[in-house]
């Protein structure tokens, strides 16, 4: 390989792993620090063919899994794009970042990022498809910031539909290794931006899908052939992802890369769908994850339960490069290195203390009065999710007049909307759009995946919705959340960064501009009369 790349000094020396449980046996000394592909998806549940899902095939993240780790208790702590984001790079959790705690910001200088400090340390870092976004990363002594690593020379392809990006992810990754200097450490984030929308409506059935291979239509959405229809273009839009994963397996493969790279695949949310990206259920924050390290990773094809969350990566990643979390000049962490995983031979329930994981939101879209977000905090665990809605009065998905700003628009939105407006049915509208009933939520998620039924008013388990919050509460305080100690309304106060400005309700209201300045929504999702 050629050496293009910009030279750091190198700290050399053997990996040191620092594991915290007594049952848990040290594998062979790592001899050199190992490669990092970071994968991550656009807003994808965990419908991937490893979880049994029939009517998505992913061959490649499935041999993740098969020859790696596969956890069935992953979860971001903020289904939306941005702040995700921000949770992987940093290691803190949303109410711990300031403005990269919301959607469309500008990210804190303060906040150092997991990729600078590999880089910094040696490794070379780079990216193709979708980085930090939306959002602006801000700049250092002038100069844009790079929070992850410098896109890739740009590379097209002809997509499988319209609906996709043209970038060719695969290719590009291959351009990065040709042009990286030889035996140096790297990592590389592969950044796919499907399943996000906008999909080519019935790409699916016309790659082969059929509507009654879907087994189960979740509860929250009418079971017709419009949603079974946009859920299969979203499987096809998974599975154009996965391939290109496949190509970069082949490509380290072929160049003998393959063992010591560690191969992270997950997604930063739940799916684009009505009552999933952007609240905070299962189908929105639980996400996929599998990871494959041959060099590391003892007995693989182990089904993980552990609760683990996007914090845990950036302690693990450095942990694996040699790098004390405490010497990084990162802020600190919450999260968990995931190594003790790793170096288990247990599945299932690995490490008993990882039997939680938080949640919350603020602000995403812009879509109330006074530029207010919904504010959430929850909790996860063993089987039960807790949450509390800090402001019921306000609309979940965002303001009817504004098109429901924090639901992107679909084929879904689309009927579940009329269905309300012709009278035929508001069930459907009033968990995707209502507003909330109790502040208080609680929901048996292994008997209730689809979060249906709020048991938060059941005496029998008043004793244990008071223990979760209890715990979520206390939790919040050691992690300094404002919220709770009166300072939440904060989180309104971060401005926007985008081209309209940062108050967007009032400028709409104004008459300034109109939905169709907004392209995540359709005009039609507007609501022309007052819903209360």
């Known amino acids: 390989m050629k050496n293009r790349s910009i030279r750091w000094t190198l700290t050399i020396g053997a990996l040191g792993v620092v594991l915290a449980y007594g049952f848990i046996q040290y594998p062979e000394k790592v001899q050199e620090r190992p490669n990092i592909l970071f994968c991550i998806m656009d807003d994808a549940s965990p419908h991937m063919s490893a979880y049994g899902v029939d009517w998505v095939s992913t061959p490649h993240f499935d041999r993740l899994a098969s020859e790696g780790l596969l956890f069935t208790n992953a979860y971001t702590p903020n289904a939306k794009c941005a702040p995700s984001r921000a949770n992987v790079l940093t290691g803190r959790n949303s109410w711990q970042l300031e403005e990269a705690g919301n959607h469309v910001a500008v990210f804190p200088a303060k906040f150092k990022t997991f990729p600078e400090v590999l880089r910094a340390n040696g490794y070379e870092t780079a990216r193709t498809g979708k980085g930090y976004a939306p959002g602006d990363p801000g700049t250092i ?151 494959r390290w041959a060099k590391g990773i003892k007995s693989p094809g182990r089904i993980i339960k552990d609760m683990v969350s ?150 029998n388990l008043l004793d244990l919705k008071l223990s979760l919050k209890s715990r979520m509460e206390a939790i919040l305080k050691e992690q300094e959340d404002p919220r709770m100690f009166g300072n939440g309304d904060i989180f309104n106060s971060y401005g926007f960064n985008n081209p309209q400005g940062w108050n967007y309700y009032e400028r709409y209201m104004d008459g300034e501009f109109t939905i169709k300045d907004t392209p995540w929504v359709n005009p039609t999702d507007a609501e022309k009369e007052p819903i209360d």
């Open 141 to 291: 002594n002038g100069k844009r910031r790079e929070l992850i690593g410098p896109p890739v020379k740009k590379h097209n392809t002809e997509p499988w539909t319209t609906g996709m990006s043209s970038a060719d992810y695969s290719a590009e990754f291959d351009y990065f290794l040709d042009h990286l200097e030889e035996g140096k450490p790297w990592f590389f984030w592969y950044g796919a931006h499907e399943p996000h929308r906008k999909y080519e409506y019935g790409s699916g059935q016309a790659n082969g899908k059929k509507l009654e291979d879907i087994d189960r239509v979740p509860g929250f959405w009418p079971d017709t052939d419009t949603v079974r229809n946009d859920m299969l273009d979203y499987a096809l839009e998974i599975e154009y992802a996965d391939m290109h994963l496949g190509r970069m397996i082949a490509s380290l493969e072929k160049r003998g890369l393959l063992e010591n790279t560690i191969i992270v695949m997950t997604s930063d949310h739940g799916m684009p769908f009505p009552r999933a990206k952007a609240q905070e259920y299962e189908i929105s924050n639980k996400v996929p994850l599998a990871i």
């Open 310 to 459: 996007f914090i845990d990566f950036a302690p693990t990643f450095l942990e694996l490069a040699g790098i004390k979390f405490e010497e990084s000049k990162m802020h600190p962490s919450p999260g968990k290195s995931l190594t003790d995983i790793f170096y288990s031979n247990k599945q299932g329930q690995v490490n008993p203390e990882r039997d939680y994981v938080l949640i919350g939101r603020e602000r995403h879209d812009y879509g109330r009065p006074e530029n207010k977000g919904f504010p959430i905090r929850g909790i996860v665990s063993n089987d039960y999710m807790y949450l509390f809605n800090y402001d019921i009065s306000l609309y979940p998905a965002g303001n009817p007049e504004v098109g429901y700003l924090d639901c992107d628009a679909s084929p879904t939105k689309t009927q579940i909307l009329n269905m309300r407006r012709s009278g035929q049915d508001q069930f459907f509208w009033n968990l995707s759009f209502g507003k909330r009933t109790s502040e208080e939520e609680l929901f048996n998620v292994k008997n209730d995946p689809d979060c249906m039924i709020n048991i938060s008013e059941d005496p």
